[in-house]
């Protein structure tokens, strides 16, 4: 499966959504999770979405400012993210996961598929 995301800039106090749009394979089956990265440090992982769509997790720097969601019709995850701060700027990856194991991971390695990383830049 090949992910692709798309992503953008926004002033502080702002909203982005981005996208990860499947191609190659139905993600239906698949646990899905969302990561950052700023040069020079580790991935961290940011919100998960298992499978079907009824549960979610979220990293405490994020949680409720931001919410994934999944349209499996779509073969496409989303990851709504308000009231952005200048912090949150990085590259955010989708991430994906086949069924099996605890359903998610916060470890990056955990994830055999990858979208290619989209740029969001939050301005102060």
């Known amino acids: 499966v090949q992910l692709q995301a798309s992503g953008g800039q926004v002033q502080a106090g702002g909203s982005l959504r981005l996208s990860c749009e499947a191609s190659?394979?139905?993600?239906?089956?698949?646990?899905m999770a969302w990561f950052r990265q700023v040069p020079g440090k580790a991935r961290d992982f940011v919100a998960a979405?298992?499978?079907?769509?009824?549960?979610?997790f979220y990293s405490d720097f994020v949680k409720g400012r931001f919410t994934i969601s999944r349209d499996n019709a779509k073969n496409t995850v989303y990851l709504q993210m308000n009231n952005l701060r200048p912090e949150d700027t990085a590259i955010y990856s989708c991430?994906?996961?086949?069924?099996?194991?605890?359903?998610?991971?916060?470890?990056?390695?955990?994830?055999?598929?990858w979208g290619q990383g989209t740029q969001v830049t939050v301005s102060s």
């Open positions: 979405i298992r499978w079907h769509g009824r549960d979610v």
């Open positions: 991430a994906g996961r086949p069924r099996g194991g605890d359903w998610y991971y916060e470890l990056a390695h955990e994830y055999p598929a």
């Open positions: 190659g394979d139905t993600i239906s089956t698949t646990n």
